[in-house]
């Protein structure tokens, strides 16, 4: 039996609400209340914000020429920046297991269509960087 995904449970749907405050709110407050992931929420939150310009120059690498990130919904672009930081610097975290959790997590945020299509960007990129990085 399928336990309920839990928003207010799951590390990555915070990581996706603190960095859209922080990249299109301007919400200069990044506290990190008590959970049992602060350490990793942290963690990809914080290195997501400070690579910032890294993680664009492999979002562009690995995305079609006619696709830009800044084209893309504010949520959507979120997902992708964070997904990347941990492809790159989280290298013990299976790439399956980072694509699933972002997928649960978009849930939240985005449509079905947008889920799908989220689905196969990451899968793309997930597998470019991790076999260039291996």
């Not at 914080?46 to 993680?55: A, K, N, Q, S």
Request: glycine share 2%; aromatic share 12%.
């Amino acid at each position: 039996m399928r336990t309920p995904y839990n928003s207010n449970q799951s590390p990555r749907v915070i990581i996706i609400q603190k960095l859209y405050g922080n990249f299109f709110n301007d919400d200069t407050d990044l506290t990190f209340p008590k959970h049992r992931f602060k350490k990793f929420i942290k963690d990809v939150v914080l290195g997501t914000i400070e690579r910032d310009e890294i993680i664009k120059e492999e979002v562009n690498k690995y995305l079609s020429e006619d696709l830009q990130l800044t084209n893309l919904d504010q949520v959507f672009q979120i997902i992708v920046k964070s997904a990347i930081f941990e492809f790159l610097y989280k290298p013990k975290v299976s790439s399956k297991i980072i694509i699933k959790e972002y997928l649960d997590a978009s849930n939240f945020f985005l449509e079905d269509g947008q889920t799908k299509y989220l689905n196969a960007i990451l899968d793309k990129i997930a597998k470019k960087i991790r076999t260039t990085n291996a």
